[in-house]
């Protein structure tokens, strides 16, 4: 399978500011888009999620919009507070074959 | 409930030692994955169950064997391992392998150190 472009691979923002993690992807079977948080010395956790019929998703400060045409999807975090600090993934579906990016390292500074 | 359980957490093995790892889930899923993950990468990955049957084999070296012996359980059985094969390895579980249902929940993983 085709792999994810994640980018950036680290981003540092001020408490309350508003953070994007932007993935593109090549494989036009993918059809389902999830988002991961990993703290240290845990496993990913499923933050949310988008499938290829909807383009924009939101879950509380959480949001994220999928451009199918252009094969690109993106992570917005609004009023980032300090435990939003952790690795963010973005992965692509097709088939039970999950492919993720390199990883986002967010860290939100008090 | 999306708990998946792995067991052990922590692993120290020998070269010519066997183990086993083990992951269990009771969400009624009927797909289970098995990750790599090497520190500051993503996961990778390994095997894919289906029904209890491999559907997803990703040219992983013989000295890694899955089973799946019901539902709810995936094991990964090691044999001969190499100290590169050092990692966090990461079971996973979705109610389906394709489809509507295929949100994917992860275990908290096993920390495996070949020595």
């Given at each position: ?110 | ?51 209890e049957k491999l559907s997803i084999n990703e040219s ?12 709810s359980l995936l094991n990964l059985h090691l044999h001969?391992?190499q100290p590169e094969d050092s990692a966090l390895y ?26």
């Open positions: 399978g085709e792999n994810v472009e994640q980018h950036p691979s680290t981003l540092s923002v001020q408490e309350g500011d508003s953070a994007v993690i932007k993935c593109t992807y090549s494989d036009s079977a993918s059809n389902y888009f999830p988002w991961y948080k990993q703290e240290l010395g845990k496993g990913p956790q499923l933050i949310i999620d988008i499938r290829s019929n909807v383009g924009e998703k939101k879950d509380q400060r959480i949001a994220v919009t999928l451009n199918k045409t252009a094969k690109h999807f993106s992570l917005h975090i609004t009023e980032t507070q300090p435990e939003d600090s952790a690795v963010y993934f973005c992965a692509r579906v097709e088939r039970g074959d999950m492919r993720f990016g390199a990883g986002t390292r967010l860290t939100v500074k008090p | 409930d999306t708990e998946v359980t792995q067991t052990p957490k922590h692993l120290v093995m020998g070269m010519t030692n066997k183990k086993s790892l083990k992951c269990e889930q009771h969400m009624g899923h009927r797909a289970m994955y098995w990750y790599k993950q090497k520190a500051k990468k993503p996961p990778e990955l390994m095997f894919v169950y289906s029904y992983v070296p013989s000295r890694f064997s899955p089973e799946c012996p019901n539902s001969a391992l990461l079971c996973a579980s979705s109610y389906q392998m394709t489809g509507v249902n295929t949100e994917a929940f992860f275990g908290q993983g096993t920390r495996l150190t070949v020595v």
